[in-house]
């Protein structure tokens, strides 16, 4: 499997491509943060490989983190976002 970890322009955007997300992974935490602030929207979510949809697996609750509704990442677990980067 090949993953990209960096930022790439894709038709004058820029995207974050497979990014580890930051936050506590115990079983229990749900809250996660991106290292950049992302379009609202514009935001996919894998979780060991399978891709999470908003609003069912999970909430957008800032502009650089989300929330996960039915799962809680355990120490094994991998949690990689995909996400348009807003530029200030």
């Given at each position: ?59 957008e609750t800032g ?7 039915s799962v809680a ?5 991998i949690l990689r ?8």
């Amino acid at each position: 499997m090949i993953v990209l970890r960096r930022i790439v322009p894709i038709d004058g955007a820029n995207i974050a491509v497979a990014r580890e997300l930051s936050g506590t992974v115990n079983g229990a935490n749900k809250v996660f943060t991106t290292p950049h602030n992302y379009k609202s929207g514009r935001i996919s979510i894998q979780y060991n490989g399978q891709s999470l949809h908003s609003p069912d697996d999970f909430l957008e609750t800032g502009s650089n983190q989300i929330t996960l509704i039915s799962v809680a990442p355990r120490i094994d677990d991998i949690l990689r976002a995909t996400y348009e980067i807003t530029l200030v």
